[in-house]
């Protein structure tokens, strides 16, 4: 297992896990969120690519009422 | 009598409404989507926030308000640092995939006056990154202008301080705001009631952007039906001309003829 922060919590995940199958796992819809890994910008395209490791900080962010 | 053919241009596209409305605030996302089609908007500012991930299952504002037919235009609300602005709208772009954002960095906490010494660090940075910025800022026409002629798509003074309702308090400042510039001025902040609104108009404004006006209504989607018409109204005065001021009483009828 790997420990991860993802929003400010620690979340506990599978050693070998993509961005892209940790959303699945969280039930969040990749299009209708934006994430940030290590302060970097991660472009969407690219979910299935990057590989999740020990110690990564994840923001995911979406859209909220706002003025 | 509807001012059809009165668009305004922002960063390339035409729109027709010239009320921008915000979506914080309401009672629920049913609400927002009833108050943002009365008041006719084309553009809603949005927040970035952290996704709740313990219960993902949680509506979204995007089910609500669809950004395909809407603009969304996110805002860098919170922030009070220019290096936070400017991460929030890198999220924002990788989020929705445009360009178009709202800048405000904020001064304090009390006022929510803007800080535009990091105001102007966040735009330079912006702008060259690709960003069409629209900028939160003071009355100020100098700084105005400055951050026109540093690439910002609208320049957006605040008439009042945000969420206060206490209407247009500057006047004079946003009138000379509007006569330099070559970009679209919106009142941005301020607004309390339809009236405010309509001032903004006839001051020459191109737009005016509101949240809680409407949103702390008794009624908000009644409300936003009257700032709907508040800017129509405002637009057609400040097109028409309005007539002198004068001093003393002028009769309407005609003197001649009197019995």
Redesign the interface.
């Known amino acids: 297992m790997l420990a991860i922060t993802?929003?400010?919590?620690t979340?506990r995940i599978p050693d070998t896990v993509s961005l892209a199958d940790f959303l699945i796992d969280?039930?969040?819809d990749p299009k209708?969120?934006?994430?940030?890994r290590n302060?970097e910008?991660?472009?969407?395209s690219t979910y299935a690519c990057v590989d999740l490791v020990e110690g990564d900080t994840l923001?995911?962010?979406?859209?909220?009422?706002?003025? | 009598m509807a001012n059809t053919n009165d668009t305004w241009k922002l960063a390339g596209k035409d729109y027709s409404s010239r009320l921008i409305v915000g979506t914080g605030k309401y009672k629920d996302f049913e609400q927002t989507a009833a108050a943002v089609a009365a008041s006719g908007a084309e553009i809603v500012t949005v927040a970035v926030r952290r996704v709740n991930v313990t219960d993902p299952s949680q509506p979204m504002l995007v089910d609500y308000l669809d950004p395909k037919k809407i603009t969304y235009l996110p805002n860098t609300a919170g922030c009070f640092d220019a290096q936070s602005a400017m991460r929030t709208l890198r999220l924002a772009r990788e989020a929705g995939g445009w360009d178009l954002v709202k800048l405000e960095v904020l001064g304090d906490q009390r006022t929510l006056y803007p800080n535009m010494p990091e105001t102007f660090v966040a735009v330079k940075e912006l702008v060259k990154e690709g960003f069409k910025v629209m900028v939160y800022c003071n009355d100020d026409p100098i700084a105005a202008k400055t951050l026109e002629d540093m690439g910002c798509v609208s320049v957006m003074p605040l008439g009042g301080p945000i969420g206060s309702g206490l209407g247009i308090q500057n006047p004079v400042q946003i009138r000379l705001i509007i006569e330099q510039a070559s970009v679209p001025i919106l009142v941005d902040a301020g607004v309390g009631t339809a009236s405010d609104a309509t001032i903004a108009m006839e001051l020459g404004c191109d737009g005016v952007l509101m949240n809680t006006a409407i949103a702390g209504a008794k009624d908000p989607v009644k409300m936003a039906a009257a700032m709907r018409l508040a800017v129509e109204s405002g637009r057609l005065s400040y097109q028409a001309g309005r007539m002198p001021k004068k001093l003393y009483a002028d009769p309407s009828s005609p003197l001649s003829g009197l019995i």
């Open positions: 993802v929003n400010g919590d979340k969280l039930g969040l209708k969120v934006a994430i940030e302060l910008i991660v472009p969407k923001e995911i962010v979406h859209f909220i009422g706002g003025g």
